[in-house]
């Protein structure tokens, strides 16, 4: 099994997109990289785990899922390099292979120095972006081929029930 880490705001902080988003709504840009994030499990079947640092929301450690990737929001004195480590070190073992995503040089080296893929926040976004090329591509050819409805749909009942073919 394949698991990706992202440290969540070092992508934030990386890619163009997510960066100019961040100026104006931090939780937005949040959620639209767990949103990018999910598109990347569905389509490589890694699973993916967006960690990030509790300075920017205080209280204790939060977990959930969504859209099923897990994202840690860490304890209040826990950075997310920090926790990222530890997820490193627990989830290691001989039929997993853990890839990391951060541009922290640092962290780099200390996530390499345990067995973990380590991936840049500029190659992840490249990885991305030809995975989001991919999926339209798919998208395009099942468009295609598939014939019309037989039941008229408005575009608002058609966006329902995809939500609920992707589970959200």
């Known amino acids: 099994m394949d698991i990706l880490i992202v440290d969540g705001y070092n992508m934030i902080g990386d890619w163009p997109e997510l960066k100019s988003l ?22 490589t079947g890694y699973r993916v785990i967006v960690v990030f ?6 209280g204790t450690e ?4 969504n859209y099923k990737v897990e994202v840690i ?3 209040e004195n826990e950075t997310a390099d920090e926790r990222i480590e530890k997820l490193a070190i627990s989830l290691s073992n001989r ?10 040089f640092t962290e780099q080296w200390a996530i390499f120095g345990q067995g973990a893929l380590r991936k ?14 991919g999926i339209e591509k798919k998208v395009k050819k099942i ?12 575009q608002e ?12």
């Open 157 to 168: 009942v058609a966006e329902i029930f995809e939500k609920w073919r992707r589970g959200q």
């Open 73 to 75: 929001f860490t304890k």
């Open 22 to 43: 961040k100026m104006k709504d931090l939780a937005a840009a949040r959620d639209d990289l767990v949103e990018k994030m999910a598109e990347y499990q569905a389509y």
């Open 120 to 133: 840049s926040a500029r190659e992840l976004l490249t990885e991305m972006n030809m995975i989001e090329k």
């Open 143 to 154: 468009q295609e081929k598939r014939p019309g409805a037989k039941i008229p749909l408005s």
């Open 62 to 65: 939060k977990k959930y899922q």
């Open 95 to 104: 039929k997993t292979q853990i890839h990391v995503a951060t541009s922290d």
């Open 53 to 58: 640092d509790a300075h920017y929301v205080q």
